[in-house]
C-alpha cells in the first residue's frame, strides 16, 4: 500500500502517518505500508502538472504493481488528481478512498470518476475508475473549515432536488443544524447523499455516462464555469449552489416549476448560508458553459431543470435569454 494524504487533513490530524503506520505494522502479516506521501490538497493538486509526474515517478521507484494498493486519504480534489495517476498507472492500480470532505463523502468518492483539469479546462483529463473500496468516517469532518464543510451540502440538495423530495424535506427540517456544524446532521447528509449517487450509478444504467445525460449534474453547466472564471475562488459546492439558483429560476420561466417551489430551494440554500451571487456573472461569459458542458458531455445538449423537488427533467436546449432573466434575479 501506497498512502496519499491531503495535508489539510494532516494539518487537523497530525499522527494521523503514525497511526496509519502502526496499524500497518499490527497486520503486517496482511499488509505492508511502503510510503506516506503527505500531498497538498485542494483544487491546485489538480492544476499541477509537475503533481503528477512526480507521482507516476514516485509509483515507478516503489514498484506498485497492480496487486497494490494507493490509499487516498483527502478531499475531493485530491482523490481526483492521485485516483487518475493510479488509474493510469499500469494500465490501473487499486484504489482505496478515504474521503475526508463533506462533498467527497456526500458524492466523490462513491463516484466513479477521476480526473484533473487542462490549462483552466475543468476535468479535461481523466478516467472512469471504480474505487476498489471507499471507507467513511464522519470522524474526519471535524477538522474542516466553516467553509469546506458546508461547501458539500450542495451536493446533497442537487441529489435531493433530482431524485428524492422526502431527502429535500429532511435537510430543510435539518437547515438549521447543518448551518451549524451538528455532526449527527452531517453524517446523515453524507449518507443519504452518497446512497442516492451510488443508487444512480448502479442503476441507472449509464455509470459511464456514454449517453449525453447527466441527470445528477443539475446546476453543473454554469458552476464549472463559474469555478474557471474565478479561478478557483469560488469551491466546487459552492459553485454548485449558484448554478442550482439559475436552473431553479430557469425552470420556473421555463414554466416545468411553481414558484413556491422555487422559493423553497433558494430558502434552503440560503439557509445552509450559501451565497447564491457572484460577480463573475456579471456579463455574458457565464453562457459559454453551456457549450463547454456539451462538449464536456459530448452529443447533444442535455441539460436538467426542475419538474418539481425530487423531480429532473431534461432539456436540449437552453433559451440564453431565459438564462440571462435568471441570473438577473438571483439575490446579491
Ligand atoms: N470525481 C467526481 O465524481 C467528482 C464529483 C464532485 C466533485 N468532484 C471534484 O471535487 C473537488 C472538490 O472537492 P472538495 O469539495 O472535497 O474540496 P477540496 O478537495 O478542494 O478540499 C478543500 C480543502 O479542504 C482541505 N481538507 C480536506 N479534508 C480536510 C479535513 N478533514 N480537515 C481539514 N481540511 C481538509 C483540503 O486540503 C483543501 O484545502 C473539485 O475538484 C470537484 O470537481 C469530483
Ligand atoms: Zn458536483
Known amino acids: 500500500v501506497l498512502a496519499v494524504i491531503d495535508d489539510g487533513v494532516v494539518a487537523g490530524r497530525p499522527a494521523l502517518a503514525e497511526e496509519l503506520e502502526a496499524y500497518a505494522r499490527a497486520h503486517a502479516a496482511r499488509m505492508q505500508l511502503v510510503e506516506t506521501l503527505v500531498l497538498p490538497g485542494g483544487e491546485a493538486c489538480k492544476n499541477d502538472p509537475a503533481l503528477l509526474e512526480s507521482l507516476y515517478q514516485r509509483l515507478r521507484e516503489l514498484a506498485i504493481d497492480r496487486h497494490s494498493y494507493v490509499l487516498i486519504v483527502g478531499g475531493g480534489a485530491l482523490l481526483d488528481a492521485v485516483g487518475y495517476a493510479a488509474a493510469t498507472t499500469h494500465r490501473g492500480v487499486r484504489v482505496l478512498r478515504v474521503p475526508t470532505t ?93 446512497e442516492l449517487h451510488l443508487h444512480h450509478i448502479r442503476e441507472g444504467g449509464d455509470p459511464f455516462e456514454l449517453g449525453s445525460a447527466r441527470p445528477l449534474d443539475f446546476g453543473h453547466w454554469a458552476a464549472h464555469k463559474l469555478e474557471s472564471l474565478t479561478g478557483h475562488r469560488l469551491r466546487h459546492g459552492e459553485a454548485v449552489a449558484i448554478g442550482m439558483a439559475i436552473d431553479t429560476h430557469y425552470s420556473w420561466r421555463a414554466g416545468f416549476l411553481d414558484a413556491a417551489a422555487v422559493a423553497r430551494v433558494l430558502r434552503l440554500l440560503q439557509r445552509l448560508g450559501f451565497q447564491l451571487w457572484d460577480d463573475a456573472l456579471d456579463g455574458d461569459a457565464v453562457l459559454a458553459g453551456l457549450d463547454e458542458f456539451r462538449e464536456h458531455l459530448g452529443g447533444e445538449l442535455t441539460v436538467t431543470l426542475l419538474a418539481g423537488i425530487g423531480r429532473g427533467h431534461e432539456v436540449h436546449v437552453m433559451d440564453p435569454q431565459v438564462v440571462r432573466a435568471s441570473i438577473a434575479e438571483l439575490p446579491r
Open 102 to 194: 463533506t462533498l467527497a463523502q456526500a458524492d466523490s468518492a462513491v463516484g466513479v470518476k477521476n480526473g484533473v483539469n487542462f490549462q483552466g479546462s475543468k476535468n479535461f483529463v481523466g478516467t472512469f475508475a471504480p474505487p476498489f473500496a471507499v471507507y467513511v468516517d464522519p470522524a474526519f469532518l471535524r477538522t474542516l473549515s466553516p467553509r469546506d464543510r458546508r461547501a458539500g451540502m450542495a451536493e446533497a440538495v442537487k441529489v435531493s432536488l433530482v431524485r428524492d423530495a422526502s431527502f429535500f424535506v429532511w435537510l430543510e427540517e435539518h437547515a438549521q443544524a447543518l448551518a451549524t456544524g451538528d455532526e449527527a446532521a452531517l453524517a446523515h447528509l453524507c449518507r443519504r447523499s452518497a
